[in-house]
């Protein structure tokens, strides 16, 4: 079944100048777009002159549902906000990962990022995080091996998505000590 | 080795009126305190005389980190930031569990809870979740069963802890769908 939003208007670049992803069925795919991408390619955003360019506009406005008080009634999360929210918490996991871990802990902590590469909602994502690890062994032999690994994991994606390298030898103090 | 702060003092409840958490070498426990909390107890903010009380203080002072603008230098979550995110990143991935799951995505989810229950970065909310695990089954049989689960164990948190209980029936609106 496909909706009337989808098949009235399908635009290819959204509103932050980014290609929209569509799944399968023709929808929008929630968790792989921004929310003002999402926005626009279900009809809640008027389709902007610029966004037939590849340039991103000035101004982004604000997103409907950020404006939301009550946080049960809030929209399930753009790619944004749910790429934000993994980090923190594979960071923080990973974190509290043992120094010297036992075999459980190894097997554990290698079957959940098999398990993301497979199930992580964004579904482009979760394809280029099973490269990364086909290319990238996953380190699990102590607390600092695992925690460069996700550094670097994290940094290849800050790359992709233009965003600035994280200095992986600090670790420690943005997921673990704090900076003072 | 223990710190200086931790020796200094330490008080037992916290600017939230909540009591503070320490790990068993003494220091205060990042990812099981609040921020203010975990700044009391690390001598960051001033002991109030509230903080012998279990009562909250009527206004809560905003967390020194949340004024820092470059996310790269952000202190390590607390337990509030770092369980709105685990809540986000878990309900997210669920959401998008298939109709029909192979057994590999159950086993995959059902290993991914059992890890949850160990490794969570906060110990407390670590055991209280292997203990509700235990007494009331995983339901990884389809996409509904498990939501409707895991709303049920979203909300047995949302009851301890004093937040209203999310009606369930609606939790593909919150999640998958969108509200309208």
Redesign the interface.
């Known amino acids: 079944m496909t909706s009337e939003t989808t098949t009235e208007h399908k635009p290819t670049i959204g509103a932050t100048g980014r290609k929209i992803i569509y799944d399968e069925d023709g929808k929008p795919c ?2 792989c777009n921004t929310l003002l991408d999402f926005q626009m390619a279900t009809g809640k955003l008027p389709i902007s002159s610029s966004s037939s360019s590849k340039q991103p506009p000035k101004t982004i406005p604000t997103p409907v549902s950020n404006l939301i008080e009550d946080e ?6 753009d790619v944004e ?2 790429g ?3 980090w ?3 960071h ?2 990973c ?3 043992p120094t010297q871990p036992s075999n ?2 190894k097997e ?2 290698s ?2 990022f ?2 993301l590469g ?4 964004c579904d482009w994502c979760a394809k280029d995080f099973t490269k990364y690890l086909q290319e990238n062994k996953l380190d699990n032999s102590s607390n600092e091996g695992l925690n460069m690994w996700l550094c670097g994991a994290h940094n290849a994606v800050n790359k992709k998505i233009g965003k ?1 390298e ?1 200095d992986c030898q600090l670790w420690k103090k ?6 003072d």
């Open positions: 929630r968790s049960y009634k809030q929209d399930p999360p906000l749910l934000r929210s993994s923190t918490f594979i923080s996991l974190a509290k990962y459980e802990d554990q902590i079957s959940f098999k398990m497979r199930m992580y909602p600035k994280f943005r997921w673990k000590d704090g900076w």
